[in-house]
């Protein structure tokens, strides 16, 4: 009689399990399904919780909010996430050969599930702490025109990043393992895609990367905020870029004349030949530029000179109260005796290039050109430096002469021993102004001033993100936030804790200024104290510096200790030369001979503009997406939809822009 061997546990599982486990092939497009629908639903979440993708807000202008406009967007995704999707099954199966029919599902649910959303989140804490405006080029400027220290200065948050990745890849071992012993081996793998069901899907998001764009419509600057569809429309711009001009025909700035490598977004427009390269203000009028000071030599009496700069320090920092208490006593008060203009505004945004302008009083100074410091040192002045970041930091020292000038040089890189953070980027070096004015007292301010007149240069750094050290004192709050617990949920306590640090950097400032009158020099002292440019502290969903053209990022004012000494504002930071010289003369304010303009990104290449004019007048015009706004009315709209006024405003940004960059192009060596 035939027996049979009896069978183990682990094959009754396995035969018990087997007509489910042998149903997964056939279960294969609904795991498809269930992944695609909860990656698209989550991301959509996100874009409209952090951009107000469809519900709008404060801060947007660019919702998807018609019934047409979703209809285009809809269409638009969907064709861009099917065809992820397909792609993902190709790779899963791929991937799969050679292996049981679930490492297919697993491979797919990992990486179109997972990965997907673990770069979507790497994505909006991008966003978070920065904005949408943010690209290579602006993370350059936040490195001082360095990516690799723009990277060093966000090591903390890409830490995390490399943390929760190395997280993911355990979790996917674990999963991997732990699969591979409860299910069959033999499982079939489901078969590849068929050549036939990538065409609909790839012609229909053809079709629709080449016509949104081409609408106007909300819906096209939407879709740029989702993954896979700003990614492959790069992609096609790339490679549509036919005369190699930077622009293709698949992006929102898309080239019109692909075939022209001189007409495109971004051309430098020629003056006078009836062409608008660029697209924008029709042929460029060159309009009246502010003539750049050359060399400066003061004689007779010359008094003595001290300039402060407040690291992010915004204009409302004068009359600005936390919990009743004046966050800037010293700078109030100093305002009130002297003389103060607000508002004052960087021209970039971010502290290298402010710095620049401040002391060279041009737009976009080339190393070795006249500045303040120079002007200073040829007049037989003392000259210290005293500064809580590098000087080499962006070319500074090498644009504006700040080492070559000093007689005493002071500066982060020499105190490295006393800087408040380990962080391994140059920009992020930040001495705290305790050990600035400590080192004032050992050198500068232990000289007879009476001999020869003096110059000082203060750069107190304090106010820069995130905000705190070990040596800011809690003026104005118990408990400043940690770098870590700086978020838009914590916007409120962010805002305690900047507003701190400003005040510890006005207390130090009330010091120097006790020094100064000790020493019996007060009277014969010029003190000039400004910021390099504002911070936006939430108050529309970012936080920083230098990525869109508002008040708050923009804006810092200038306050001097004589009265009469400074003009009515609107002042850039490139008026500040010539302001201090006609001072130094004895000369009253020089009047102001143009509005202040700004851009972000390089003045070549940037991706918005923008100028001021009287009574709070900033308009803006971002290239990319030919949004103007005109923060002063709190109201945005495209540039092709403007006429009269609104148009004749967002023109003359236009050609001031047209005209400086012309002025640079054809600049000597």
């Known amino acids: 009689m035939a027996t049979t061997a009896p069978s183990s546990p682990r094959d009754d599982a396995r035969m018990g399990a087997a007509p489910s486990t042998?149903?997964?092939?056939?279960?294969?497009?609904?795991?498809?399904?269930?992944?695609?629908?909860?990656?698209?639903?989550?991301?959509?979440?996100?874009?409209?919780?952090?951009?107000?993708?469809?519900?709008?807000?404060?801060?947007?202008?660019?919702?998807?909010?018609?019934?047409?406009?979703?209809?285009?967007?809809?269409?638009?995704?969907?064709?861009?996430?099917?065809?992820?999707?397909?792609?993902?099954?190709?790779?899963?199966?791929?991937?799969?050969?050679?292996?049981?029919?679930?490492?297919?599902?697993?491979?797919?649910?990992?990486?179109?599930?997972?990965?997907?959303?673990?770069?979507?989140?790497?994505?909006?804490?991008?966003?978070?702490?920065?904005?949408?405006?943010?690209?290579?080029?602006?993370l350059k400027q936040l490195g001082g025109g360095s990516l690799i220290d723009a990277i060093l200065f966000g090591m903390n948050e890409i830490a995390v990043g490399l943390l929760a990745l190395a997280a993911l890849a355990l979790a996917a071992w674990l999963g991997w393992k732990s699969l591979a012993k409860l299910l069959p081996g033999d499982l079939p793998v489901p078969p590849a895609p068929p050549r036939s069901l990538w065409l609909g899907?790839?012609?229909?998001?053809?079709?629709?990367?080449?016509?949104?764009?081409?609408?106007?419509?909300?819906?096209?600057?939407?879709?740029?905020?989702?993954?896979?569809?700003?990614?492959?429309?790069?992609?096609?711009?790339?490679?549509?870029?036919?005369?190699?001009?930077?622009?293709?025909?698949?992006?929102?700035?898309?080239?019109?004349?692909?075939?022209?490598p001189a007409r495109h977004p971004l051309a430098l427009d020629m003056p006078g030949n009836g062409i608008n390269e660029d697209g924008y203000g029709g042929d460029l009028r060159l309009v009246p530029l502010a003539t750049p000071l050359g060399p400066q030599v003061f004689t007779g009496r010359r008094p003595h000179v001290v300039v402060v700069v407040f690291e992010?320090?915004?204009?409302?920092?004068?009359?600005?109260?936390?919990?009743?208490?004046?966050?800037?006593?010293?700078?109030?008060?100093?305002?009130?005796?002297?003389?103060?203009?607000?508002?004052?505004?960087?021209?970039?945004?971010?502290?290298?290039?402010?710095?620049?302008?401040?002391?060279?009083?041009?737009?976009?100074?080339?190393?070795?050109?006249?500045?303040?410091?120079?002007?200073?040192?040829?007049?037989?002045?003392?000259?210290?430096?005293?500064?809580?970041?590098p000087e080499d930091f962006g070319g500074i020292a090498s644009t504006v002469g700040t080492r070559e000038a000093a007689d005493v040089y002071v500066e982060a890189e020499t105190l490295r021993d006393k800087r408040a953070f380990d962080f391994a980027a140059q920009g992020s070096l930040l001495v705290d102004e305790s050990h600035l004015v400590a080192a004032f007292d050992r050198t500068l301010g232990a000289e007879d001033w009476e001999v020869r007149p003096h110059f000082a240069y203060f750069n107190f750094q304090s106010a820069h993100f995130p905000y705190d050290h070990a040596g800011v004192g809690h003026r104005l709050t118990d408990r400043p936030l940690s770098r870590g617990e700086i978020s838009a949920a914590n916007a409120a306590r962010v805002r305690e804790t900047y507003w701190n640090a400003v005040a510890h950097a006005d207390h130090w400032l009330g010091e120097l200024i006790k020094r100064l009158k000790a020493k019996g020099v007060w009277d014969d002292t010029i003190l000039v104290v400004t910021g390099d440019h504002g911070e936006e502290l939430f108050e529309s969903g970012f936080l920083s510096h230098g990525h869109i053209i508002n008040s708050q990022q923009f804006q810092t004012l200038l306050v001097a200790s004589r009265p009469g000494m400074l003009p009515?504002?609107?002042?850039?930071?490139?008026?500040?030369?010539?302001?201090l010289s006609a001072a130094i003369r004895g000369d009253g304010p020089p009047g102001v001979p143009v509005p202040p303009f700004m851009h972000i990104g390089s003045l070549d290449r940037p991706t918005a503009i923008g100028l001021a004019g009287a009574n709070g007048a900033l308009t803006s015009l971002r290239l990319d997406t030919g949004e103007a706004c005109f923060a002063d009315r709190n109201r945005c709209g495209l540039y092709a939809s403007l006429s009269g006024a609104d148009k004749a405003r967002v023109d003359a940004v236009v050609a001031r822009w047209g005209s400086e960059r012309w002025r640079d192009r054809h600049r000597r060596p």
Not at 212 to 229: C, E, M, Q, V
Not at 312 to 330: C, E, F, I, L, Y
Not at 332 to 352: D, I, K, M, N
Not at 568 to 579: K, N, T
């Open 312 to 389: 992010s320090t915004r204009a409302d920092v004068v009359g600005q109260r936390v919990g009743g208490k004046p966050v800037a006593p010293h700078l109030e008060a100093l305002a009130a005796a002297g003389s103060v203009t607000r508002p004052a505004y960087s021209h970039v945004g971010f502290t290298t290039q402010s710095l620049k302008s401040l002391f060279s009083g041009q737009l976009a100074p080339r190393d070795g050109d006249p500045s303040l410091l120079r002007d200073l040192k040829a007049s037989g002045y003392r000259v210290g430096v005293f500064s809580g970041q």
């Open 568 to 579: 009515s504002g609107p002042i850039g930071l490139a008026d500040y030369r010539a302001i």
């Open 22 to 138: 042998r149903a997964l092939p056939s279960a294969w497009p609904w795991v498809l399904a269930a992944v695609m629908i909860a990656v698209s639903v989550t991301e959509l979440l996100l874009a409209d919780r952090k951009f107000g993708l469809f519900t709008g807000g404060f801060g947007t202008s660019r919702s998807v909010d018609s019934v047409a406009e979703r209809a285009l967007f809809l269409c638009g995704y969907m064709s861009v996430q099917t065809l992820l999707a397909i792609g993902g099954w190709a790779l899963a199966v791929r991937l799969a050969h050679g292996r049981s029919g679930w490492a297919a599902a697993f491979i797919f649910a990992l990486v179109n599930g997972a990965l997907f959303l673990g770069v979507l989140a790497a994505r909006y804490q991008l966003a978070a702490y920065f904005s949408d405006a943010m690209s290579f080029a602006l």
């Open 201 to 260: 899907p790839a012609l229909a998001f053809l079709a629709f990367a080449a016509v949104i764009p081409r609408t106007g419509s909300d819906a096209a600057h939407g879709l740029n905020r989702t993954l896979a569809w700003g990614g492959l429309t790069r992609a096609l711009d790339l490679a549509t870029d036919f005369d190699r001009d930077g622009y293709g025909l698949f992006g929102v700035q898309h080239d019109n004349a692909p075939m022209d």
